[in-house]
Nanobody, 116 residues
Framework: QVQLEESGGGLVQPGGSLRLSCTAS?????????MGWYRRAPGKNRELVAM???????IYQDSVKGRFTISGNNSTNTVYLQMNSLKPEDTAVYYC?????????WGQGTQVTVSS
């Protein structure tokens, strides 16, 4: 079993910044590699925002490149998503993901609202 604890969402004006955090715990958690952030906007499917690849490479959705930065800390099993220059279209519920063979684990979701 894996537990994911998320924090950092909120309301911000366009152009503002937020940082999301996700800490994973459980016996199979040994690295942040493979972890990522997804989001679901109203009326849309859940989509990948950014992830740390299994080789440690960083992967981003095109719409967030240059604005969002994903990073991780293997000592605390925490993944961060620094979001800068936020736009109204970034409004969504953001979910942390921990992949595992046969199943994926998801956080409870944190709301990010970008509005003036």
């Amino acid at each position: 079993q894996v537990q994911l604890e998320e924090s950092g969402g909120g309301l911000v004006q366009p152009g503002g910044s937020l940082r999301l955090s996700c800490t994973a715990s459980g016996s199979i958690v040994i690295s942040v590699n493979g972890m990522g952030w997804y989001r679901r906007a109203p009326g849309k499917n859940r989509e990948l925002v950014a992830m740390i690849g299994f080789g440690g490479n960083l992967i981003y959705q095109d719409s967030v490149k240059g604005r969002f930065t994903i990073s991780g800390n293997n000592s605390t099993n925490t993944v961060y998503l620094q979001m800068n220059s936020l736009k109204p279209e970034d409004t969504a519920v953001y979910y942390c993901n921990f992949p595992s063979i046969g199943t994926d684990y998801w956080g409870q979701g944190t709301q990010v609202t970008v509005s003036s």
